[in-house]
């Protein structure tokens, strides 16, 4: 039996976790806010703000409905909550019932509707032959405590419980070594992983129709092909 | 060893009379989230389940949206030639997704894949995005009426229909190879997938093929991103 308990050592206090993979369990707001948080953006190559006070760059926000839809037709959805702490709070009057309050606090067990997310992953796949993780993310203070992992451990088992073998994902260099970590390497085929990256050339005239934004990357858009029935035929 | 504990934590809130798995949860005090069933029941309860991910799980995750705009699939014919015995043969492009298991089977033979088991290639097939098919139709010339329909070419893409999408099996017949309709195949999977929005294109290429879709607009491993596939280690 696997017990999901928080695995570190480094805070003070033990913090249950709730892995659910129950898509309905992911309130679209509370996953804007953890991206927001994270600093994750779902663009490959994501615009890149000065925030207000100057000191760093944040990501852009994501647009709430292509998440909504890209939740829609994620095979996999996990979502991992966390009681939010409330050592800010602490009214420490030792009145009657702050012992059944705090009481309380600690038996009622986290669940999606009482914790606070704090990681989240998707896996796309057509429910056949292949699979591809996206959208790995754990909040920045929660990193480094195998939460990650466990997310990803978490796709994996449905996706095999699914029949599915080939799983991809995507990284950047700084994800390479958390992939590893959870048992992803090198195709063993050897295949290279590409990237549409085609822009209008330079100094060109295009209308809006031919160019596409996909966070700070101009993509152009090949051009239709005629169809030769319509064309007026020769002979 | 694997021990592999299955929880439905999520197909149980559709399919099955199970009691709420968070009830489970929470009598673990919220910290257990997998649960193991009696032995004795898991072999039923395991044949339900897989049924129930075999069935086309994607269903429960899509739900009808009306402010979704459906492309018409198109037909268009790229190649038309006549040839010294009056028949005329057309070569026609389709994003319709109409392909027969058995047909791409005996495509894939053609090039030298190796051969997947047909259920797990149509149920890829109806679960993908766009599947982009080309097919050669010869008309004889006394217009009897009986066209030969032979495919032979295809490329398909999976995609999350808002951020990514992933190109997969690009096959065209060897004899038909070279005249730029792998290229058309391609060109017209991301015509479809950037006019949905759809930004993060990536496939993995190999390779002898490299070369090809970097013709086609693709950068391999840009900006250091990389692909990575999972090995099970028992």
């Known amino acids: ?235 | 060893m694997i021990t592999l504990s299955y929880s439905p934590l999520y197909c149980s809130t559709r399919n099955f009379q199970l009691p709420n798995p968070s009830l489970f949860a929470n009598l673990y005090g919220g910290l257990a989230v997998t649960k193991r069933y009696p032995l004795r029941a898991a072999a039923s309860l395991w044949d339900s389940m897989r049924s129930s991910f075999l069935n086309n799980n994607t269903s429960q995750l899509i739900e009808p949206l009306p402010d979704e705009e459906e492309e018409v699939p198109q037909e268009i014919v790229l190649v038309e030639k006549t040839q010294p015995d009056g028949t005329i043969e057309q070569l026609m492009f389709s994003s319709g997704g109409d392909v027969d298991v058995y047909d791409l089977q005996a495509l894939c033979d053609k090039v030298g894949w190796p051969r997947r088991p047909p259920s797990k290639v149509a149920a890829a097939l109806k679960n993908s995005y766009m599947v982009a098919t080309l097919h050669s139709i010869r008309k004889s010339p006394d217009a009897e009426g009986n066209d030969q329909k032979e495919l032979i070419g295809m490329a398909r893409a999976t995609s999350d229909h808002a951020f990514n999408a992933t190109i997969w099996d690009v096959i065209v017949d060897p004899s038909y190879q070279g005249q730029g309709l792998g290229k058309a195949l391609v060109e017209q999977l991301i015509r479809a997938l950037l006019r949905r929005d759809i930004g993060n294109i990536s496939l993995f290429a190999d390779s002898k093929v490299v070369d090809f879709y970097k013709n086609l607009g693709f950068e391999p491993d840009p900006e250091g991103i990389k692909g990575m596939f999972w090995y099970p280690r028992y």
């Open chain 1, 1 to 235: 039996m696997e017990i999901v308990r928080n695995i570190t050592t480094t805070t003070t206090t033990t913090r249950p976790l709730f892995i659910s993979t129950n898509p309905s369990h992911v309130k679209l707001n509370q996953l804007t806010h953890l991206f927001t948080s994270s600093h994750f953006s779902t663009h490959r190559f994501p615009n890149l703000h000065y925030s207000s006070s100057g000191n760093h760059r944040v990501v852009e926000a994501v647009n709430v409905d292509k998440l909504r839809i890209a939740l829609l037709h994620s095979s996999v959805v996990v979502s991992v909550f966390c009681k939010p702490s409330h050592s800010s709070e602490n009214n420490n009057n030792n009145d009657m019932f702050s012992f059944g309050r705090e009481l309380m606090e600690r038996v009622v067990p986290v669940s999606e509707s009482n914790g606070e997310l704090v990681g989240f992953g998707r896996a796309v796949s057509d429910n056949g032959l292949t699979a591809s993780i996206h959208d790995i993310v754990v909040l920045p203070w929660l990193q480094r405590m195998g939460i990650g992992r466990k997310i990803v451990q978490r796709i994996l088992r449905v996706l095999v419980a699914r029949d599915i073998y080939d799983i991809g994902a995507l990284c950047s260099e700084k994800e390479r070594l958390f992939f590893e970590a959870c048992g992803f390497g090198d195709d063993i085929l050897g295949s290279t992983a590409m990237m549409y990256t085609r822009a209008p050339p330079a100094l060109s005239h295009y209308n809006s129709q031919d160019v596409k934004h996909a966070g700070r990357m101009l993509l152009l858009v090949p051009q239709s092909r005629q169809d030769l029935s319509s064309s007026t035929t020769n002979d």
